[in-house]
Nanobody, 115 residues
Framework: QVQLVESGGGLVQPGGSLRLSCRASGTIFRLNAMGWYRQTPGNQRELVATITREGSTNYADSVKGRFTISRDNGRNTVNLQMNSLKPEDTAVYYC?????????WGQGTQVTVSS
């Protein structure tokens, strides 16, 4: 079993920055991949960024150049640095961890971008 605990998030003005962190705990110490997804009311959860255990990254087109995902394999932690935030980035952000064949989710953290 894997537990994912998120931290960070909150309210920020347009153009500002936030940093999200997610730590995996439990009996599993290494995950195949970790990432962040986001969801707004009435919409499906969408990919924001992912990173494999080897460090390969993938970003949604809407966040490329603004968001950076990083990972500390030794601590099973993934971070999402979000810069130049826009109102359309407002969403609940969820941490995801893959330990094949299973997928695990955090409880989500709210990010609100508003003046």
């Amino acid at each position: 079993q894997v537990q994912l605990v998120e931290s960070g998030g909150g309210l920020v003005q347009p153009g500002g920055s936030l940093r999200l962190s997610c730590r995996a705990s439990g009996t599993i110490f290494r995950l195949n991949a970790m990432g962040w997804y986001r969801q707004t009311p009435g919409n499906q959860r969408e990919l924001v960024a992912t990173i494999t255990r080897e460090g390969s990254t993938n970003y949604a087109d809407s966040v490329k150049g603004r968001f950076t995902i990083s990972r500390d394999n030794g601590r099973n932690t993934v971070n999402l640095q979000m810069n130049s935030l826009k109102p359309e980035d407002t969403a609940v952000y969820y941490c995801n961890g893959i330990l094949r064949p299973d997928s695990y989710w955090g409880q989500g953290t709210q990010v609100t971008v508003s003046s």
